[in-house]
């Protein structure tokens, strides 16, 4: 076990949990991650592997079951899953996104139906929000859900960067709705969020839903990034989420404070990572008759390195200890996401660097991590995002008595 990023306080069920993720982790997804990730391959057999472990349930509740975890159990096990291949954690973020959304915010009838399925991994969810000219302006949403004569709701649009869009068979999908919303309503209360069940697969995966196939990226490959074209797609009013209009944009919301734990979790998974590879080659190489490591300036970058990590990590945990008490953690789930992306970025430069001309060859995993480590600066919003929710819950916290 390694000896940065320990966490005080775990159960004997939590610690044997994270030691089973962390063996699973070193024996089937390091190995492999390099040469599934240049070939952008889907990880099939680590997908079912997580199945036979229970980790698609992780939080689901027990009376779904799931094994009923905390979200800081579930962030501590992102983190090992990060450090062998940040793709696979993404794969299991946005099913447990939508799972956490139906157990907070589901009817009854909604939970029973997808909750025992998502807990087996059979029913694989995935999330919505961003649209091709969104950005991070979520109130600019234009899909659109409108009721028409017969009781259903007929969505049209166009949504982008769904990850698990191909593999997932249930989207949460955000739309204006503006019925019983009058004009003039604030954007944010005139969105609902839509459950749409569909095959898994490309094309025309159900009447009115087409996924055009993977986008193309730099990194984070192996995973399923695509666009949700909606073009007359027939929703029954019993899939609206929660079932009552409206209340979409917060609902989202508190999904992605869940995310933005899991993207922090990320963060300090591939950062613990890069260290461990910047360490041992530190003391592989030599230069000057001495292992590198030995030099000053490297001994200098693996401190700054490894407390990074160290704070990183701290944060992540704080904040998701926070959501589990119940407790509002927008505040900590921003903290620890900015801060958690932006010193992944720096510990696996640095460690690039300490690699030197080896770090730019495909062979070194390093050269995976540099280019999945700038995903993590946008995802579940970007860094300035992040500052601007810190500011102003801090300008709440320690409001001006004059």
């Known amino acids: 076990m390694s000896r940065l990023a320990q966490t005080a306080g775990l159960t004997d069920i939590q610690q044997e949990i994270l030691s089973t993720v962390r063996a699973f982790v070193d024996k089937e997804i390091i190995p492999v991650a390099t040469e599934l990730e ?3 391959e889907y990880p099939a057999h680590i997908v079912e592997g997580l199945k036979e472990l229970g980790l698609f349930g992780l939080m689901i509740p027990e009376e779904y079951g799931g094994l009923g975890e905390s979200l800081l159990t579930y962030a501590l096990c992102v983190e090992e899953i990060a450090r062998g291949w940040m793709s696979v954690s993404g794969i299991i973020n946005t ?5 956490y ?5 589901g009817t009854q009838e909604q939970k029973d139906t997808f909750l025992p399925r998502m807990a087996l991994g059979e029913v694989r969810g995935a999330f919505s929000m961003s649209e091709p000219a969104l950005g991070s302006d979520v109130s600019a949403i234009t899909s659109k859900g409108v009721r ?3 009781g259903d709701y007929v969505l049209n649009g166009q949504k982008m960067w769904l990850t698990n869009g191909g593999t997932s068979t249930l989207v949460a999908v955000l ?5 019983g919303h009058p004009e003039g309503t604030a954007p944010h209360r005139s969105m609902t969020t839509f459950l749409v069940e569909k095959e898994a697969g490309f094309g025309e995966v159900r009447p009115g839903l087409t996924i055009p196939g993977k986008i193309d990226k730099m990194g984070y490959k192996g995973v399923d990034t695509t666009e949700f074209i909606m073009d007359g797609l027939r929703i029954p009013a019993n899939r609206v989420l929660g079932g009552t209009t409206g209340r979409g ?3 989202m919301m508190d999904g992605v404070e869940v995310g933005r734990v899991n993207v922090a979790a990320r963060g300090c998974g591939v950062a613990q990572r890069a260290f461990e590879l910047g360490v041992s080659y530190a003391q592989q190489r030599h230069s000057f008759g001495k292992p590198i490591a030995q030099h000053q300036a490297i001994q200098f970058k693996l401190a700054e390195m490894a407390t990074k990590v160290e704070a990183a990590h701290a944060m992540m945990v704080n904040a998701a200890r926070k959501k589990d008490s119940g407790e509002r953690n927008d505040l900590e789930a921003g903290m620890a996401k900015y801060l958690a992306s932006e010193y992944c970025k720096e510990v696996v430069e640095d460690a690039f660097r300490i690699h030197g001309g080896y770090g730019f060859s495909k062979e070194y995993e390093i050269e995976r991590l540099y280019r ?3 995903m993590l600066l946008i995802g579940e919003g970007t860094a ?3 500052k601007m929710i810190i500011g102003r819950r801090l300008l709440e916290e320690y409001r001006f008595q004059g």
């Open 38 to 40: 240049h070939r952008d």
């Open 95 to 99: 099913h447990f996104i939508v799972a």
């Open 101 to 105: 959304m139906l157990k907070q915010h």
């Open 148 to 150: 028409d004569g017969q």
């Open 175 to 179: 739309c204006r709705s503006d019925e």
């Open 249 to 251: 944009f917060y609902q």
């Open 372 to 374: 999945e480590a700038p």
């Open 384 to 386: 300035e995002i992040q």
